[in-house]
């Protein structure tokens, strides 16, 4: 409270990187400007936007095109469920099990898809699922605040990683998505990231 009360004399918004999100309600609820977030353990909205829009850069109008989202069902997930919903976008999450993304999240998106003709699905196998996506997207096994939990992660994630045989199966201009920071070699291969689809550079601009 006396954070927001101090800031609010300074500057004309707030755009807080935390961990745990009643941190941010806490900050919106005391502090008169506007509080954004910059991420938190449940959503990155900013990434999302900034990847909506590399994705509109690339693919024109994105109603009705398949993004798949391969790996933890995490924050950066979550946001890309709301966000891909939130513009027509179809959004398939693709995690092993026990690593889907909140269902309170998947609900909200399904919500919001119902107004714009989004698909919001989960699935489990990480080859198949690919097949003919537009884009196809991955993020860290273990994110920030995780990080005790990587070791344990690491045996569970491999069969996910964005390797040269699953951008195979997609379309053959797929784009090729990560926020950064990569751990190259877990969850996206050099060949990949590197590669002729990857627009990671234009995300990481956005
Ligand atoms: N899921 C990652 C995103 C980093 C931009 C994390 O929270 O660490």
């Given at each position: ?71 933890d ?23 092993p099990?026990g690593y ?41 096994w273990a994110?920030?605040?995780q990080e005790a939990e990587a070791d344990e992660r690491a045996l569970v994630f491999p ?48």
């Amino acid at each position: 409270r006396d954070v927001a009360h101090t800031l609010e004399r300074y500057v004309e918004a707030i755009v807080a990187r935390v961990f745990d999100d009643s941190l941010l309600e806490d900050l919106a609820a005391a502090a008169s400007i506007p509080v954004i977030n910059a991420l938190s353990d449940t959503e990155h909205p900013c990434e999302a936007l900034a990847d909506v829009m590399a994705l509109g850069e690339h693919l024109g109008d994105l109603r009705g095109r398949q993004l798949v989202y391969l790996g933890d069902g995490n924050n950066v997930a979550a946001s890309l469920l709301l966000a891909g919903a939130s513009v027509g976008l179809h959004v398939r999450v693709i995690s092993p099990a026990g690593y889907e993304p909140d269902p309170g999240v998947v609900d909200r998106a399904r919500v919001i898809a119902r107004g714009t003709g989004s698909r919001i699905e989960l699935a489990a196998d990480p080859v198949v699922g690919v097949v003919g996506a537009d884009a196809v997207y991955t993020d860290v096994w273990a994110s920030m605040g995780q990080e005790a939990e990587a070791d344990e992660r690491a045996l569970v994630f491999p069969a996910y990683a964005l390797d040269a045989e699953k951008v195979a199966v997609a379309k053959p201009d797929v784009t090729v998505m990560h926020c950064l920071p990569a751990h190259r070699g877990q969850e996206i291969a050099d060949e990949v990231i590197d590669g002729p689809h990857s627009v990671v550079w234009d995300q990481a601009e956005n």
